[in-house]
């Protein structure tokens, strides 16, 4: 079976910086991955999405600040986030979908981690 797990949440200063990791078991080959977030009474928003060979394609509120990547060997993606603002606090979670990665709608991953929790203060 296919398991993600978030870790790297925490609560941090206004400015301040987090790296949140996802770690993956479960089937090989080429896939898609990518970071979402969801706060209190907003919908599910898309990050950033990698596809195998390492490109990144990043959402116009965090583009600039936070990097996708990812480690095959490791099989584990990361995610740093640079320049945090309060709009950022909410609860992180990493996706998986077979194959090319084709967009940030939830509804293209297969796959989800239990998310992690990110709070900044302002």
């Known amino acids: 079976q296919v398991q993600l797990m978030e870790s790297g949440g925490g609560s941090v200063q206004s400015g301040g910086s987090l790296r949140l990791s996802c770690a993956v078991s479960?089937?090989?080959?080429?896939?898609?991955m990518a970071w979402f977030r969801q706060a209190p009474g907003k919908e599910r928003e898309g990050l950033a999405h990698?596809?195998?060979?390492?490109?990144?394609r990043y959402a116009n509120s965090v583009k600039g600040r936070f990097t996708i990547s990812r480690d095959n060997a490791k099989n584990t993606l990361y995610l740093q986030m640079n320049s945090l603002l309060p709009e950022d606090t909410a609860r992180y979670y990493c996706?998986?979908?077979?194959?090319?990665?084709?967009?940030?709608?939830?509804?293209?991953?297969?796959?989800w981690g239990q998310g992690t929790q990110v709070t900044v203060a302002s």
């Open positions: 996706a998986e979908t077979r194959g090319r990665c084709r967009g940030l709608l939830d509804y293209l991953y297969d796959y």
């Open positions: 479960g089937y090989s080959g080429n896939r898609c």
């Open positions: 990698i596809d195998s060979d390492g490109t990144g």
